[in-house]
């Protein structure tokens, strides 16, 4: 059973970054309100695009960087999935939220797919 969680800080963070760089594209679904199948995406696009933005913890989802160990099975098939389903899919790890100049001009290139 999946229980509604609360936008965390690192989300949050992200959200205000989507806010202010491309405002009123991205909506933050993460607590429930969007399904692909059996997995929940963190922002979905909202102005018909599909296009999704994951918001990954490091220590949750192994990031490569900060050398948690292998990536996740189920990480790899969420995204399978959804580029199944026809949608393009950004990572944000959670470090990456240090460097927010960085993190926009990542998502500015992503929305220019």
């Given at each position: 059973?999946?229980?509604?969680?609360?936008?965390?800080?690192?989300?949050?963070?992200?959200?205000?970054?989507?806010?202010?760089?491309?405002?009123?594209?991205?909506?933050?679904?993460?607590?429930?309100?969007?399904?692909?199948?059996?997995?929940?995406?963190?922002?979905?696009?909202?102005?018909?695009?599909?296009?999704?933005?994951?918001?990954?913890?490091?220590?949750?989802?192994?990031?490569p960087k900060c050398?948690?160990?292998?990536?996740?099975?189920?990480?790899?098939?969420?995204?399978?999935?959804?580029?199944?389903y026809g949608y393009?899919?950004?990572?944000?790890?959670?470090?990456?939220?240090?460097?927010?100049?960085?993190?926009k001009t990542n998502?500015?290139?992503?929305?220019?797919?």
């Amino acid at each position: 059973i999946f229980r509604h969680k609360k936008i965390n800080k690192s989300e949050k963070v992200l959200r205000n970054l989507l806010s202010k760089t491309v405002s009123n594209k991205y909506k933050y679904v993460g607590n429930g309100k969007y399904w692909i199948i059996n997995f929940n995406p963190d922002f979905i696009n909202i102005n018909g695009q599909k296009k999704i933005i994951e918001l990954y913890g490091c220590y949750w989802h192994k990031c490569p960087k900060c050398k948690f160990g292998n990536k996740r099975t189920i990480d790899i098939g969420r995204i399978k999935t959804y580029k199944k389903y026809g949608y393009q899919t950004l990572i944000v790890w959670e470090h990456e939220l240090k460097n927010l100049d960085k993190v926009k001009t990542n998502i500015l290139k992503f929305n220019k797919k």
